[in-house]
C-alpha cells in the first residue's frame, strides 16, 4: 500500500519550522516551499519531529498487557523469576501471539517504528513463543518493523533439548542468536558460548547476549564473549545486553574490556536500570561505542513496571547518567532513536530524504524538553501511514 | 468556604467500591448506604480512593515553569549549581511569587495536596523567595497546604550575614529551619549544625537539612547531627533530606547510624535517586523511621526533570528500591502519602473519618496498578473541593 503525506509546520529534531512531504512511505523531501496536489496534509502545529523510536530490548512474548493486574509473585533472585515465569506463562495462559500483539500496539501509541524482541525458547513452551511473535511481526508488518532475537531464557545447556530448539527457531525466522548469562545461570561458560556464537556463525546471524552477572564473573563472561567475537570474524555482529559489570565502579578492568568492545564493535543495550551499576553511556559513546535501550520486560511475571514509552526510557537513561543540559538529554533521546537503528543495522532509518517514513511528532520546544516531559505523541507515522494520534493508536489490538 | 461532596463508586486504598461523604470540607462517612439530599455527587466509576500526595521536599521559588524551555548551564559539582543558579534567578529573573504559584498549579493537577517546600535565605536573594512563597501559600490557602523550610542553600557561614536572615525568615512565617552540608558547603560542620539547631531549638521549630555528603563525610555529618538531636531532646523534630551516606554499601556504621535515627525519630526524605547510593526505603520502614519522598527541584537551574507528580515519584521509589510485589510497590505509594504526612505531622491526613477531604481518584485494579501506570487523576480533591479533573487543574496559574 502507498502512503503520501504532507506534514506541514514540523521542526525536525528541535530546528526551525519546515514541511516534510512523504512519497510512496518515504521522506521525498524536506522544505518550506513544498506543494503536493491531492496529498493528504497534516498540520503539525509546530511539533517537535523525531524519527521513529526504537524499543531495542524487550520481551514481546510475554507482557500480560489486557491481561487484568497480576501481583508480582517471584523471588529476588534471577532464577526465581526464571522458575516463577514458566510456571506462570502455563498457569495465566499467556499467549504469545496476543500478548505480542497488544504489546505492539502499545509500543505504537508511544511513538515506537522498530522492535527488537527477544522470544523465549525453552523446553517448556518449545517454539510457540516464536510462532506467536512471528504470526504477530506478519499480522503487525504493515505499521511495525520487529527483529526476532531466538532467546534461551532458561537457559541453553541446563535445559534437555534447547540447543536443538534454538536452532530449529533460527530456521523459523530468528533474526539473531540469543544467550544468557553463560556462568551464573548456564553454569558452563565455554560450552554456553561456543554454541550460541557457532550457531549465529552457521547462519550468518548477529548475536545478543543477555548479561545480567555482576563484577568480575561478568567480566570474565565479557572476556569470552569478546574472544569468541575476534575468532569468528563477527566485529559489529554482537550486542551485549545489560552488562551490569561494565559499569561496576570498584572493577579496574572495566576501561580494558571497552576498549576492545569498541575495536571489535559490540553493541550494548541497556534499560538503564536505577540503584545497580549499569554503563556509563556517555563513556561508551565517546569511545564509539554503540548503544541502544529498552524497555525489557512489560508488566510481565518478571516485574510490574514498563509501558514501552522509549520517550520515558530516554529520561530514565538521562537521570541514570545525570544527564542534565541539552545536549546529554539529546544523547538519552538519540540513544532511543539511532542508537537503536544501529544496532538493529536499520537500512532507511532517520529524516534525511530517501529513507522510510517512520515519524513522531511531539510536543515541546527543544528535544531535552520531549525527554523531561514525555507528553503523549501528537502523531505517529509508520511509512508514511498515521498509525497513532494524541497518544492513541489507531491500530487495533486483540 | 463549606464543601460538600458524595463521591459515589469509589475504591478506597483500593478495597471494595463504595461511596464517601464530604462535609464541610471533612470526611463524614465511607459506606454504601450514604444519602444526601442537595448534596453535589461525583461519580467515581470504580476508581481508586487514596489520600492527596505529600510532596514533602522540592523547591517552589526557583522552578522556571512556563518561562520557556531554558538549557541546563551548571557544572557537575553542587558548587557549580549553587553559583549558576545564583547568577540565572537574576539574569532569568525567577520571580518566587509567580514561579511558586505555577508549581503549586501544576501539583494540584497532579493530586499533591500538601507540599513542604525549602525556600532559600541567602546573600543574593534575601529574603525575596520567603516574601514570594508565602504570598503563594496565602493566595493558595484553600487548595494547597504548604510548609515553608528557611534554607541557606548558599551556605550559611560562609556567606555573610544569612544566619541573621535566616532568623528573620523565621520571624516572617517560616515552620521549619533548613541546613546544607555543614563540611562540603559550610566548611565548618560545628558552628552550621550549632546554629541551625540553636535557631530551631529557640524558634521551637523543626530542623531539615539537605546531605549531600556521601561516604564518611556523610556519615561524620550525621552523627554530629544525631548528638544535638539528643542534646536538644528534639525527638521527633528532624528531617535529613537526601542522606545519600545512609545507602552507601562500603559504609559499615550505616546500621548504627540508622539505629540512632530510629531512636530519635529522625525522619528520612529521599528522591529515590538514580544511580547513586541512597537510603534503603524497606531497610528504613522496617526499622519505624519516618520516611518521605519527594520531586526536589522541578525544572530549574539545578536539572532539567520533574513533574510534580508524585505517583511518579512513587514509580522511582519503585524502581530505585527494587520493589515489585505489590505491597512493595504499595510502600512506595505509602512513602509518597502517609509517609509525607508523618514528616509535616499533619494531624488530619488520610482516609478515616473526620479527616480533612484531601483526596485522590485515580484509575486502576490495584494500587500498585497506578503506580506503575501513573494515568492522569480523574479528579483530585481538597477539603472537599474538585480542584483537578482528568489531570488539569481547574485552578489558575499566573
Not at 44 to 71: C, N, Y
Not at 243 to 258: E, K, Y
Not at 266 to 287: N, W
Not at 338 to 344: I, L, S, T
Request: with cysteine; aromatic share 4%.
Amino acid at each position: 500500500m502507498s502512503h503520501d503525506l504532507l506534514l506541514r509546520n514540523v521542526r525536525p529534531m528541535g530546528g526551525a519550522a519546515t514541511d516534510l512531504l512523504i512519497r510512496d512511505g518515504h521522506i521525498a523531501g524536506i522544505g518550506n516551499t513544498l506543494d503536493a496536489p491531492g496529498c493528504p496534509v497534516e498540520d503539525g502545529a509546530g511539533a517537535l519531529l523525531i524519527p521513529g523510536l526504537v524499543e531495542a530490548h524487550t520481551h514481546l512474548d510475554k507482557s500480560v498487557i489486557g491481561m487484568g493486574w497480576r501481583p508480582h509473585q517471584a523471588g529476588p533472585r534471577l532464577i526465581d523469576k526464571i522458575e516463577t515465569e514458566r510456571r506462570l506463562k502455563h498457569e495465566w495462559g499467556i499467549d504469545p501471539q496476543r500478548q505480542s500483539a497488544r504489546q505492539v500496539v502499545q509500543s505504537l501509541s508511544k511513538g515506537t517504528t522498530h522492535i527488537r524482541t527477544h522470544v523465549d525458547v525453552d523446553d517448556a513452551v518449545g517454539l510457540a513463543g516464536m510462532a506467536g511473535v512471528l504470526a504477530t511481526r506478519s499480522a503487525y508488518a504493515d505499521v511495525m518493523d520487529i527483529e526476532i532475537v531466538a532467546f534461551p531464557q532458561s537457559g541453553l545447556l541446563i535445559r534437555p533439548g534447547v540447543p536443538e530448539l534454538l536452532e530449529q527457531a533460527m530456521r523459523m525466522g530468528g533474526d539473531v542468536v540469543g544467550g544468557l548469562d553463560p556462568c551464573l545461570i548456564d553454569r558452563d561458560p565455554k560450552g554456553h558460548l561456543d554454541a550460541i556464537f557457532g550457531l549465529a556463525d552457521r547462519f550468518g546471524k548477529q548475536v545478543d547476549i543477555h548479561l545480567h552477572e555482576p563484577g568480575l564473573v561478568g567480566a570474565f563472561s565479557t572476556e569470552l564473549i569478546i574472544e569468541r567475537t575476534r575468532a569468528l570474524g563477527m566485529t559489529g555482529m554482537v550486542t551485549v545486553s545489560h552488562a551490569f559489570c561494565l559499569g561496576d565502579p570498584d572493577l579496574a578492568m572495566v576501561d580494558a574490556l571497552l576498549d576492545q568492545i569498541a575495536e571489535l564493535d559490540i553493541a550494548i543495550a541497556t534499560t538503564a536500570p536505577s540503584g545497580r551499576p549499569a554503563p556509563a553511556v556517555a563513556k561508551l559513546r565517546g569511545m564509539g561505542i554503540r548503544v541502544c535501550a529498552g524497555s525489557d520486560g512489560i508488566r510481565d511475571t518478571w516485574g510490574p513496571y514498563g509501558n514501552a514509552d522509549m520517550l520515558e526510557r530516554a529520561f530514565l537513561v538521562g537521570l541514570r547518567n545525570n544527564f542534565r543540559r541539552d545536549d546529554e538529554v539529546e544523547m538519552a533521546l538519540d540513544v532511543c532513536t539511532h542508537g537503536g537503528a544501529a544496532v538493529m543495522r536499520l537500512a532507511e532509518y532517520g529524516l534525511q530524504p530517501g529513507n522510510a517514513a517512520d515519524l513522531v511528532l511531539v510536543d515541546g520546544e527543544a528535544l531535552a524538553e520531549a525527554v523531561a516531559a514525555r507528553p503523549p505523541r501528537r502523531l505517529v507515522v509508520k511509512r508514511g501511514r498515521v498509525v497513532a494520534r494524541d497518544g492513541v493508536s489507531l491500530i487495533a489490538a486483540p
